[in-house]
């Protein structure tokens, strides 16, 4: 069965001086608090996106590691099972290899390099269209990052002003927990987080199947994510600077699962995001 998760990434929006925000896609465990492997990722996440790195195994195994998007990745990458069972995509415990997780998230990384142009945490502000497949999301976003500390989802820098552009051993560190209106010049997140769940039915592998085969033959699927940056602290206008990345599935199903199409637009009722 071939379901597949189509990517296109693009930064737009920029004027001369403005920083640059990139949007960086990944796929990685359930980003549910306190559960699996999540706080682990998080941070091997943070340094491959300061290292601008695609993957590093050396920093640890699956389902640890990380790994940007690049090609196809399948629907059984996107659903997340926390407080419901354990998986890892798409097999669902005893037969996982890694048996306390909960499923998996689509993760929109972000990397802002701004050189001599400083910005705030509280500048940030994120959308989506999550609100097109969870009625329950329609009309929450854009919502600002106003409010929230440089803590351990961030790496923030202060340029030194020798190479600005360029991260470089002379630029200092931001202390975790400083307050997110503190002036800085890079910062890099491990990014907002979406994903599907389980429609349930059966043992929990039937569930993972059914969700699987859902979400491919239901209408097509494009969870599109935008950070920008406001000229004011709190507001939730774009400014110059915006990045966005769109992820789009699309399917050739085989005959055996066009008896499930009506669960695909069921499915498509369980977009989901998570900050935490």
């Known amino acids: 069965m ?3 998760l189509s990517l296109l990434v ?13 949007v960086i896609p990944s796929i990685g465990p359930s980003s549910a608090p306190g559960v699996g492997s999540a706080p682990d990722y998080d941070a091997n996440a943070l340094q491959a996106l300061v290292q601008g ?9 699956a389902p640890s590691f990380y790994t940007t998007v690049s090609g196809p990745v399948s629907a059984n990458q996107v659903i997340d099972t926390a407080f419901a069972f354990n998986s890892w995509l798409g097999v669902a415990s005893p037969g996982s290899p890694f048996a306390n997780e909960y499923g998996n998230n689509l993760y929109f990384g972000l990397k802002i390099m701004g050189g001599a142009e400083s910005f705030t945490l509280s500048q940030l502000v994120y959308s989506d269209n999550f609100g097109d497949y969870e009625p329950s ?15 351990s989802r961030f790496i ?11 991260l470089d051993a002379g630029d200092s560190l931001v202390a975790q927990d400083t307050l997110g209106s503190a002036a800085v010049n890079y910062l890099f997140y491990r990014g907002v987080s979406g994903f599907f769940l389980p429609l349930g039915g059966g043992s929990n ?17 494009n969870l599109t994510a935008t950070y920008c940056l406001a000229d004011s602290a709190g507001s939730t206008v774009c400014g110059a600077a915006t990045g966005s990345a ?7 199903p085989e005959p055996s699962t066009y008896a499930l199409m009506g669960l695909g637009l069921a499915a498509l009722a369980y977009a989901r995001r998570r900050m935490a």
């Open 53 to 61: 790195l695609t993957s590093n195994s050396t920093f640890g195994t």
């Open 246 to 252: 769109s992820a789009s599935l699309s399917a050739i």
């Open 2 to 4: 071939r379901k597949t």
């Open 156 to 166: 923030a820098y202060l340029d030194d002003g020798t190479t600005s552009g360029t």
């Open 137 to 151: 999301l329609a009309g929450t976003t854009p919502f600002s990052f106003n409010g929230d500390n440089y803590d």
């Open 10 to 22: 693009a930064v737009a929006g920029l004027s001369f001086g403005a920083p640059v925000i990139t």
């Open 205 to 221: 592998q039937e569930s993972l199947d059914n969700t699987v085969a859902a979400i491919g033959n239901g209408l097509p699927v």
